[in-house]
T-cell receptor, first 114, second 112 residues
Framework: EAEVAQSPRYKITEKSQAVAFWCDPISGHATLYWYRQILGQGPELLVQ????????DSQLPKDRFSAERLKGVDSTLKIQPAELGDSAMYLC????????????FGNGTRLTVT | DQQVKQNSPSLSVQEGRISILNCDYT??????FLWYKKYPAEGPTFLIS?????DKNEDGRFTVFLNKSAKHLSLHIVPSQPGDSAVYFCAASALGDDKIIFGKGTRLHILP
């Protein structure tokens, strides 16, 4: 079964450093999502892409976070500079176009900022 | 403001018995509901969904019930198995919107 690929699985960085996460969605899935999950909470949407276009980035802290999906396939999420409060699991998900399509998640990147 | 609420952080159930996980929502525009299961160090996995035109959907040991008037849904697992021990997230989306909102999750422990 096709999977959403994410790397790295774990990342430790010092505050004020830059960090980047990569996601490759399931082939044919036009919609891509980045979620952040803090321990004990549910996943919270950061940004949603439809092909290469941003559909929703209302919850993305744009002063330090950026996301791109240049060719409408894989995607990168960047944080610069990282802050202690950014420590969390960053999850990428993809789905077919159209609502009522379940999200398929990758295994995430666990970020620890020291 | 939490639009999807899972008020029980954890639940313990004896193996072989029924597990019932509950979820409440506040947004009356939600019309599609999903349950995800998450093991440690893995991403959430889609389990089962239900549209607001139905009040029940069943898939093997898993059944989701929707009570629209009460804005409440529940996931029933019968019989519960050790591999069901995980965190379960309730999620919802609104008509015409493919953004999915998640609850905080309920950790289910299946006791031997």
């Amino acid at each position: 079964e096709a999977e959403v690929a994410q790397s790295p699985r774990y990342k430790i960085t010092e505050k004020s450093q830059a960090v980047a996460f990569w996601c490759d969605p399931i082939s044919g899935h036009a919609t891509l999502y980045w979620y952040r999950q803090i321990l004990g909470q549910g996943p919270e949407l950061l940004v949603q892409f439809q092909d290469e276009s941003v559909v929703d980035d209302s919850q993305l802290p744009k002063d330090r976070f950026s996301a791109e999906r240049l060719k409408g396939v894989d995607s990168t999420l960047k944080i610069q500079p990282a802050e202690l409060g950014d420590s969390a699991m960053y999850l990428c998900a993809s789905s077919r176009t159209g609502y009522n399509s379940p999200l398929h998640f990758g295994n995430g990147t666990r970020l620890t900022v020291t | 403001d939490q639009q999807v609420k899972q008020n029980s952080p954890s639940l313990s159930v004896q193996e072989g018995r029924i597990s019932i996980l509950n979820c409440d929502y506040t947004n009356s525009m939600f019309d599609y509901f999903l349950w995800y299961k998450k093991y440690p160090a893995e991403g959430p996995t889609f389990l089962i969904s239900i549209s607001s035109i139905k009040d029940k959907n069943e898939d093997g040991r898993f059944t989701v019930f929707l009570n629209k008037s009460a804005k409440h849904l529940s996931l029933h697992i019968v019989p519960s198995q050790p591999g069901d021990s995980a965190v379960y997230f309730c999620a919802a989306s609104a008509l015409g919107d493919d953004k999915i909102i998640f609850g905080k999750g309920t950790r289910l422990h299946i006791l031997p």
